[in-house]
C-alpha cells in the first residue's frame, strides 16, 4: 500500500500564490504517476495535473499556464505550483498516484491522500 500525504494549503487573496506538496510513503515503487485533483462543494471531482515518471506532464485547461506540477523522484513528492489563484480556485485539493502503467493520466488512480482546503478569497 502507499499512502499520500498532502500538505501547503491555506486561505489566500485572489491573485496570489500557493504551493502544495504531496509525501508519499510506504510500498511506493516509484509511483509511475501522480496527480492532482481537487473537489469544490457541490460538484465533482476534477482533475487538474498529472505528471508520469520521466515527467512529463498534462494539464486540465482550467490550470493551464497558471498551475506547474512538478515532482522529486528520489523523495517521492509531487509537487503543485499555483499562481494567480482565483476565488473559483477554492476547493479541497487531492494528490493522487499509481504503480501500474496506464494510458489514461486524467483518472485512474490507485492511491490517494486525505486532502488538503485551498481557499482563495476575492
Known amino acids: 500500500q502507499v499512502q499520500l500525504v498532502e500538505s501547503g494549503g491555506g486561505l489566500v487573496q485572489a491573485g496570489d500564490s500557493l504551493r502544495l506538496s504531496c509525501a508519499a510513503s510506504?510500498?511506493?515503487?516509484?509511483?509511475?504517476?501522480m496527480a492532482w485533483f481537487r473537489q469544490a462543494s457541490g460538484k465533482e471531482r476534477e482533475f487538474l495535473a498529472a505528471i508520469s515518471w520521466t515527467r512529463r506532464t498534462y494539464y486540465a485547461d482550467s490550470v493551464k499556464g497558471r498551475f506547474t506540477i512538478s515532482r522529486d523522484n528520489t523523495k517521492n513528492t509531487a509537487y503543485l505550483q499555483m499562481n494567480s489563484l482565483k476565488p473559483e480556485d477554492t476547493a479541497v485539493y487531492y494528490c493522487?498516484?499509481?504503480?501500474?502503467?496506464?494510458?489514461?493520466?486524467?483518472?485512474?488512480?490507485?492511491?490517494w491522500g486525505q486532502g488538503t482546503q485551498v481557499t482563495v478569497s476575492s
Open positions: 493522487a498516484a499509481r504503480n501500474v502503467v496506464r494510458s489514461n493520466y486524467y483518472s485512474e488512480y490507485d492511491y
Open positions: 510506504g510500498r511506493t515503487f516509484g509511483n509511475v504517476a
